[in-house]
Antibody, heavy 123, light 107 residues
Framework: EVQLVESGGGLVQPGGSLRLSCTAS????????FHWVRQATGKGLEWVSA???????YYAGSVTGRFTISRENAKNSVYLQMNSLTAEDTALYYC?????????????????WGQGTLVTVSS | EIVLTQSPDFQSVTPKEKVTITCRAS??????LHWYQQKPDQSPKLLIK???QSISGVPSRFSGSGSGTDFTLTIDSLEAEDAAAYYC?????????FGGGTKVEIK
């Protein structure tokens, strides 16, 4: 069974930092790319960041320079280091797997989502 | 960045009615448009990939169509369990972007 389990969320003051973790199981981790997607309470989905199998990284403009995505294949884990947090970063953060079969071009659909970890930035 | 404009924002529908949700891209994305269903307090679930490809386990009343910049999700004969928010996602280029979502309520 495919599982993505996020952790590391919590309450942090503006300007603070958090490191989110996502541990995967049930599939061959190093053959997939991974993303972080966030959702503020009652709002829509916002793509945040992605990391490829070759450790290439991509970021939304709103987090560039503040967030860093990384992966550790030996631990089947993906991380999101978040610095200089603001209230606008308050959201549920989902770890999401990108599919890797029959893709069009070099990007695929996001096929499996974790349950999310809640980040609250407040004083 | 590709902007996805989804409509309507909200729809109140009677069971067995047909539901149509549209997603328009600000530039052509070929067939790289996917649809997700998110029920309250749950993670999004992939419904349709690459415009019209079905996903194992998803009821056949869900279908997708379109190409280029205009895409449609259709729910034939809505059931009570289909009450949810629906989102489109484009993977034509990075950054990935989502539509604003459509909330479907059962009358």
């Amino acid at each position: 069974e495919v599982q993505l389990v996020e952790s590391g969320g919590g309450l942090v003051q503006p300007g603070g930092s958090l490191r989110l973790s996502c541990t995967a199981s049930g599939f061959t981790f190093n053959t997939y790319d991974f993303h972080w997607v966030r959702q503020a309470t009652g709002k829509g989905l916002e793509w945040v960041s992605a990391i490829g199998g070759g450790y290439d990284t991509y970021y939304a403009g709103s987090v560039t320079g503040r967030f860093t995505i990384s992966r550790e294949n030996a631990k089947n884990s993906v991380y999101l280091q978040m610095n200089s947090l603001t209230a606008e970063d308050t959201a549920l953060y989902y770890c999401v797997r990108e599919g890797n079969l029959n893709c069009v071009g070099y990007l695929c659909e996001l096929d499996f989502w974790g349950q999310g970890t809640l980040v609250t930035v407040s004083s | 960045e590709i902007v996805l404009t989804q409509s309507p924002d909200f729809q109140s529908v009677t069971p067995k009615e047909k539901v149509t949700i549209t997603c328009r891209a600000s530039q052509t994305i070929g067939s790289s448009l996917h649809w997700y269903q998110q029920k309250p307090d749950q993670s999004p679930k992939l419904l349709i990939k690459y415009t019209s490809q079905s996903i194992s386990g998803v009821p056949s009343r869900f279908s997708g169509s379109g190409s280029g910049t205009d895409f449609t999700l259709t729910i034939d004969s809505l059931e009570a369990e289909d009450a949810a928010a629906y989102y489109c996602l484009q993977s034509g280029s990075l950054p990935f972007t989502f539509g604003g979502g459509t909330k479907v309520e059962i009358k």
